[in-house]
């Protein structure tokens, strides 16, 4: 690897912080209680994630399933940024944003299991998550398929001249797909209210990023677009909100679409079939050590003493209660019928086509 190259890719093990003065100005903005939500957020989707895993490995939960555990901060902190008229399009590491959408814990997990009282009634599966009441438009399988996705949504926003845009979530592995950047010039040269969230957790599948990409600097991929970009640290849940919401405010206002390179790191392998052999355990600890996202947070809210330790225990105890009602709730229901097999593959078309 070239030396520069390198030199990158350990300046991201620190963590960056916002300017002083913006980050105080941020969470004004945000206010007190809503910053404990985010973290109580965060905590949900980490015990939601341990305990997918555990259902994973007792045969509860079949087929993939990747968890997002250690990028708690990139859902929680974009999705508060958004308002209840926006779009949502993500990968198949999407369980995490479903819950900071506020999708329902019981119908997320039973999905997970395959019951029919999932958010896709049991057909879709932990990489097909969708709530059409909280414009969710799902987990998406192929990688690189949210930003056409996204920008057909982002159009139709435009269309009906809404105020509102689409964020698309892709990994470090997306995007160079071809599609993506077809997709990217369209969004500019139509002013497209999307927002692209590039979340590099440094791998695809096995595949470190700085193997597969001219640059680690991901942000750089749209300049010969002229799209507007910006490198932000995902693993601080301030700089994301604040990067999102800037990125809103030049989309609604002036038709401008964003292109925001998150740098965090998934803690578990890629899927639940992933040994992850391709790094070394020392690498996991060090990010978890120096970066974790929800540790930032909770040791920001006791200094300032927002929280006290017995608050962020009772966090804690209670996220794990949800969760535990969840996999009840997912353990407890019936699998689909058979009939529900050939149901909801064709659209019944109301009229005649012309
Ligand atoms: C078009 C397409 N090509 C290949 C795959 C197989 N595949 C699934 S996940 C993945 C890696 C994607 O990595 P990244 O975008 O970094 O997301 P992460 O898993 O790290 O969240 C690949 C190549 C796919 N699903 N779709
Ligand atoms: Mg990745």
Known sequence: MAEAKKKEVEEHVEPEELDAERADQVREELGDDAIVE???????????EEHAGRSYQRRKIKGFCHLYSGQEAIAVGSLRATGDDDYVISHYREHGH???????????????????????????????????????????????????????????????????????????????????????NMAKVWGLPLICIVENNQYGMGTAVDRVSSTVNLEKKADSHQIYNKAVDGQDVFQVYDAVKQARNRAIEDGEPSWLHLRTYRYYGHSMTDPATYRGKDEVQKQRDLRDPIVRLRNW??????????????IDDEMEA?????????????????????????????????
């Open 38 to 48: 985010m973290l109580r957020e965060m905590v949900l989707i980490r015990r939601f």
């Open 98 to 184: 479903a819950l900071a959408a506020g999708m329902d814990p019981k119908a997320v997990m039973a999905e997970l299991y395959g019951k029919k009282t999932g958010c896709a009634g049991g057909k879709g599966g932990s990489m097909h998550l969708y709530d059409v009441d909280k414009n969710f438009m799902g987990g998406w399988g192929i990688v690189g398929g949210q930003v056409p996705l996204g920008a057909g949504l982002a159009f139709a926003l435009k269309y009906r001249e809404q105020e509102a845009v689409c964020l698309a979530y892709l990994g470090d592995g997306a995007i160079h797909q071809g599609v993506v950047h077809e997709a990217l």
């Open 301 to 314: 809210l006791v200094e300032e003493e927002i929280l006290s330790q017995d608050d962020i225990d009772s």
């Open 322 to 354: 949800v969760v535990k009602d969840a996999l009840a709730f997912a353990d407890e229901s019936d699998f689909p019928d058979e009939s529900e097999l050939t149901a909801n593959i064709y659209v019944e078309w109301p009229g005649e086509i012309d």
